[in-house]
C-alpha cells in the first residue's frame, strides 16, 4: 500500500489506487528484528504492538496479567513479557488472562497461554466464546456482568461494561494506579474507523462510548490497534469526525428529497431506495472527507467514512427515528 508498483502485470497490484501520505504522527516507535515493540506505558505496565494490533501486561511479584492475545502479534507476546520479566528481574509467568471483547482478531493467541492461567472476561464473552467453540478461544472461568477488580501481587485493573458499543461485550480496562484506559476497537490513534465504524454492532453505543471512556481519569489510552498508544485529544478528534458525520446524516436527510427517486423508478422500490440514499450518502461523505485528509490517516480511503456515514444515518433513523413522516 502506497509503495511504488514496478510491475505492469494485471491483477497484482498495479491498478491500486494511491493514497495521500501517513502523518508521522499517527505511526508509532519501530519495530524489532522479530516484529514487535514493547514499551512501558507506566511503571510495570507495558504495551505491545506489531504496529497494526496492541496487546498489554503488567507483571507483579506474582505472576504476569495479560491483556488480549491478539493472534498477529501472537509468539512475540511471550518474548516480549520475557524480555521485560528479564530486564526487571520478575516472574515472567502469566497467570491471568483479560479478555476486552470476544473477536478472535484480539484473542485468538489466547490458548498460548495455558495451563494455570485465569482467565477473565464479560458473561457476555463467554457466552459468545461458548458459541464460536473455537479451541484457540478458550472461554473465561472468571466473568462479571457490571464491574470486576482484579488484583494480582498488589497491583489492580478495574474492569468495567457499559452497555454495547463495538460488540455486545466490549470492556473498559482501567488501570487507576497507571493513568490508563485500555479500551479496544472504538477509536484508532490518529486514523479514522475502518468499515461500518470499525465493524461495529451497536451504533449509539460505539457514537457515546469515547465519552464514557473519557470520564475516566487517565493520560495513557490503549485502543487495541495501530502503532501508537493514544491521547484525550486523540479521543476528541475522534469525537469530531464522528460528529461531524452525525450532523452531516441529519443535515442530509433534512434535505435531499427523495421524491424524484422514487418516481423515476416506479414499481422498483428499491431501486428508489438505493438512489435516494445513495444520494443522502454522498452529501454526508464529500465535506468530511476533504475536512480529515491529512488530519486523519486514511481519510482519504472514501469507502470507510462512506460505510461509517451510511451506518450512522440509517441509525438516525432506525435507533433515533423519526424513520419518515407518519402518514396521514
Ligand atoms: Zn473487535
Redesign the pocket.
Known amino acids: 500500500m502506497g509503495e511504488a508498483v514496478t510491475s505492469p502485470a494485471a491483477g497484482n497490484g498495479s491498478d491500486l489506487p494511491d493514497y495521500a501520505p501517513i502523518p508521522r504522527s499517527a505511526l508509532g516507535p519501530a519495530l524489532n528484528d522479530q516484529g514487535y515493540y514493547v514499551g512501558r506505558v507506566e511503571r510495570n505496565l507495558y504495551w505491545v504492538t506489531d504496529g497494526v494490533y496492541q496487546s498489554a501486561f503488567m507483571t507483579t511479584s506474582d505472576g504476569v496479567v495479560l491483556f488480549d492475545a491478539p493472534p498477529t502479534i501472537g509468539g512475540n507476546l511471550r518474548r516480549a513479557v520475557d524480555e521485560i520479566a528479564a530486564e526487571n528481574g520478575v516472574t515472567n509467568r502469566v497467570t491471568h488472562l483479560v479478555y476486552?471483547?470476544?473477536?478472535d482478531?484480539?484473542t485468538g493467541a489466547a490458548s498460548l497461554f495455558d495451563g494455570d492461567v485465569v482467565r477473565i472476561g464479560h458473561e457476555e464473552t463467554r457466552r459468545l466464546l461458548s458459541r464460536d467453540n473455537n479451541p484457540a478461544r478458550p472461554v473465561p472461568e472468571v466473568t462479571f456482568a457490571d464491574r470486576y477488580t482484579l488484583e494480582v501481587g498488589g497491583e489492580r485493573a478495574e474492569l468495567a461494561w457499559h452497555g454495547p458499543n463495538?460488540?455486545p461485550d466490549?470492556i473498559y480496562i482501567h488501570f487507576p494506579d497507571h493513568d490508563t484506559l485500555m479500551f479496544?476497537?472504538v477509536v484508532n490513534a490518529g486514523w479514522v474507523p475502518i468499515y461500518n465504524l470499525?465493524?461495529?454492532e451497536d451504533v449509539p453505543g460505539y457514537m457515546a462510548a469515547p465519552a464514557t471512556a473519557l470520564d475516566y481519569p487517565w493520560t495513557h489510552f490503549i485502543s487495541?490497534h495501530l502503532g501508537r498508544l493514544a491521547t484525550r485529544e486523540d479521543v476528541a478528534v475522534h469525537q469530531q469526525y464522528i460528529a461531524d458525520i452525525e450532523a452531516g446524516a441529519r443535515e442530509a436527510l433534512a434535505t435531499v428529497n427523495p421524491v424524484p427517486y422514487y418516481m423515476h423508478y416506479g414499481e422498483n422500490f428499491w431501486a428508489g431506495v438505493k438512489a435516494h440514499l445513495d444520494a443522502v450518502t454522498d452529501q454526508i461523505v464529500g465535506p468530511v472527507v476533504a475536512k480529515y485528509t491529512g488530519v486523519l490517516a486514511a481519510a482519504d480511503i472514501e469507502v470507510f467514512t462512506r460505510t461509517t456515514s451510511f451506518a450512522i444515518m440509517q441509525s438516525l433513523r432506525l435507533d433515533s427515528g423519526p424513520s419518515g413522516p407518519v402518514h396521514p
Request: aromatic content about 0%; proline content about 0%; charged content about 15%.
Open positions: 476486552s471483547h470476544h473477536h482478531d484480539h463495538h460488540s466490549n479496544i476497537d470499525n465493524l461495529s487495541g
